[in-house]
């Protein structure tokens, strides 16, 4: 899964993964991460009031804040999006690939509102979604391969097909489960990988760097021994 390495039109960034407002203070000020996704799952674990939490996190993050609708009709859709939305400008409104949830995305484009269109497990569902006028899609690669499918095989044809057909759509590899598939979604061109908190740390760790910094440490002491 190399091939991509010579279009070298993307530049790959990171988005963190969480509602936990301990977690993105930290993963912001690793200096890391452009933006943050939520979701209702890990909006729910934090047990705040929604609306509250956004406004909190759009304090710490300067970037894109995707937050997700619960409404799956139209109209009840393009409403919550539009509360979301005026809460900071950085609100991407989170919208599932469901006929009415693009219905939602083509009047929010057209209201200049950012979304990016969730669950999506297949490429043309992402084209649909870019097509109606999503700015991100984000593929969920870790629930394909939990039921025994390839999904970085997925993120590979949907990057494929906005790089042959030119589409501005920016691909948010999304339910990552460890380092290789933040590894790989780079490798295959997609703009953004959304990291949980535990995995990003895990990119930092090399048994190879702990025990450098250890022998540093060691050789200085004799130093000054
Ligand atoms: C992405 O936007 C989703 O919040 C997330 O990546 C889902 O991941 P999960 O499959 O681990 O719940």
Redesign the pocket.
Same mark, same amino acid.
């Given at each position: 899964m190399n091939k991509r390495y010579d279009i070298g039109v993307n530049e790959v960034e990171f988005f963190l993964?969480s509602a936990n407002l301990e977690e993105i203070t930290q993963a912001w000020n690793m200096g890391v991460i452009a933006g943050l996704?939520t979701?209702p799952?890990?909006v729910a674990k934090e047990g705040k009031d929604f609306h509250t939490l956004l406004h909190t996190i759009t304090g710490i993050v300067d970037g894109p804040i *995707?937050a997700e609708v619960i409404a799956l009709d139209h109209e009840g859709m393009l409403g919550e999006a539009r509360v979301l939305a005026g809460i900071n400008p950085n609100i991407v409104v989170k919208i599932p690939m469901t006929e009415a949830g693009l219905r939602t995305v083509k009047v929010l484009a057209e209201e200049g509102i950012k979304t990016n269109v969730?669950l999506v497990f297949t490429p043309v569902q992402a084209l649909l979604a870019a097509r109606a006028g999503a700015a991100y899609v *984000?593929p969920?690669l870790?629930?394909l391969d939990d039921i025994g499918e390839n999904g970085l095989k997925v993120v590979e044809e949907i990057c494929d097909i906005f790089v042959v057909h030119d589409i501005e759509t920016k691909v948010i590899a999304? *339910?990552?489960r460890n380092p290789y598939h933040v590894l790989e979604a780079a490798k295959l061109g997609s703009h953004y990988a959304?990291i949980p908190f535990s995995v990003l740390r895990q990119l930092f760790k090399h048994p190879l760097t702990e025990a450098g910094i250890q022998r540093f440490l060691d050789d200085w002491k004799k130093l000054e021994a």
């Open positions: 993964d996704t979701n799952t890990l *995707s969730t *984000s969920f870790g629930r999304a *339910s990552i959304t």
